[in-house]
């Protein structure tokens, strides 16, 4: 099983590599997204609740133009039959969760700073801060993975997967708005970084127990 | 080599999509072997029943049970044991075809180096370092061979395994078969007269 899960890892990171979609997508959006709010803000001085917002509206909306890709791809792509004659089904649900545990790191990786500097973000705890972005990262992309399978089952696109997404992902972004809120004003975090994990934790235990209903054609 | 026994039971397989019936009460058995060939016109279900088979779909109704040397397969180890060459089994555009191999290899827990006589078999050791997308269609038809052999599966099911090869192709097809035929229970689904032949028996869907 570790091998199969080794060999998909690679797998998907050398396309990726190769072609780097789902990461440019991600990070062009991103990245036009700050930019915008930075502009359309004209540097008036905003509340620490308003930039934990916008804040993970960004990353909210980057990550829902990169995470569905790694399995819809497989569809469109007719490459899904061969994963399927390839792969046990944990393996490959293991994989794209590490693919996109990947891409989420490096969203938050681009729009913590970008944000940061253009919307000229004060933050008394900055460790605390990128605790909270790592551990709200890794609950949208826990949260999610399964049902990027189920959009690319359905022949979905981008669209159907942000409505279907939105409301398993509502839990952990509000803990997270309320963490980020926190730790930019210098309050504490720690109990909203563990919520966040134990979702997380709790997301990939069920979707490991659906993914064969999903994965394997009726 | 190990001596192995494997076995398929299908009973009374069914198959319907909404209220379309794609089959009914379909059984047949193959072991170590022997072979069979699923013929039948366009829509009959040949490939489904191709599927079932190999394990990646499941039957609306009836049963369908793999053993190796008596031990009931499913999920993972019937995955390690089957091998699939279809028109709908596509390998990776983005990867070489030995990268295709090395990666199915790998996620089967198979040796990558076999493959290397077999590339040479097919024809395809000059192109074994090509992305993919470079690939002509008959080149892709003798990878998704390789690929479906790669691991020496107890199970080898080959749907249109002909479709898009030339007539050298075909001809190391047939004696490719007649190489692994003695420690390999055979599916074929075709419409082809010739690759049927190649069967000892035939499962007929109508």
Redesign the interface.
Known sequence: MIEAILANIAKDFRIEFRRRFAVNVALSFAAITTLAVSLTAGGARLETRTHALLFWIIIFFSAMNGLSHVFTREEEEGTALFLRTTSPELAVFTAKLVFNMAVMAVIAAAVVPLYVFFLNVEIASPGRFALVACAGSAAIASSTTALGAIVARAGGRGSLFTIISFPVVLPPLWVSIKATQASIAGGGAAQSIVFLLAFSGALVAVSYMLFGHIWIEE | MTVRSFSLDAVSLSKSYGRTRVFENVSFSIATGESAAFTGPNGSGKSTLC?IA?G???PGRGTISHYLNGAPLQ??SL?RV???A?P????????TGM?NV???A????ADPLTAAPLFEFFGLARHRDKLLRHYSSGMRQRLKLI?SVLHDPALLILDEPGANLDDEGRWKLAEFIELIRARTALIIATNDRGEAALCSSEVRLD
């Open positions: 599927d190999a990646i779909r499941r999920g993972e995955l089957t091998g699939l279809a709908r089994v596509n390998p990776y555009d983005e990867l990268e090395r990666f199915a790998r996620a089967r827990g690929l």
